[in-house]
């Protein structure tokens, strides 16, 4: 069992930067991949970026260039730096883990970010 806690949301103008946070504790031995999910009201939850147990990164065509995901595995935290954010960036954001060899997908409960124009 993976838990993920997300935190560092909130309400930002466009153009600022917010710095969200995953704390995972459990078995966090087990996680390949980890990274951010969100979900604009009324639309499907979509990916914005992970990272591997390698290093190797995949993001969103809408946050290359301004979200930076890092990962501290001596924490067991995960990071999303995201600058120059617009009003369409405003979503509520989940942390998401999958494990290997036994592949299990978990979830945050998720944090919101609302960017006013």
């Known amino acids: 069992q993976v838990q993920l806690v997300e935190s560092g949301g909130g309400l930002v103008q466009a153009g600022g930067s917010l710095r969200l946070s995953c704390a995972a504790s459990?078995?966090?031995?087990?996680?390949?991949?980890i990274g951010w999910y969100r979900q604009a009201p009324g639309k499907q939850r979509e990916l914005v970026a992970v990272i591997r147990r390698g290093g190797n990164t995949n993001y969103a065509d809408s946050a290359k260039g301004r979200f930076t995901i890092s990962r501290d595995n001596a924490k067991n935290m995960v990071y999303l730096q995201m600058n120059n954010l617009k009003p369409e960036d405003t979503a509520v954001y989940y942390c998401?883990?999958?494990?290997?060899?036994?592949?299990?997908?978990?979830w945050g409960q998720g944090t919101q970010v609302s960017v006013s124009s």
């Open positions: 459990g078995s966090t031995f087990s996680i390949n991949v």
């Open positions: 998401n883990a999958e494990t290997f060899p036994s592949p299990r997908g978990y």
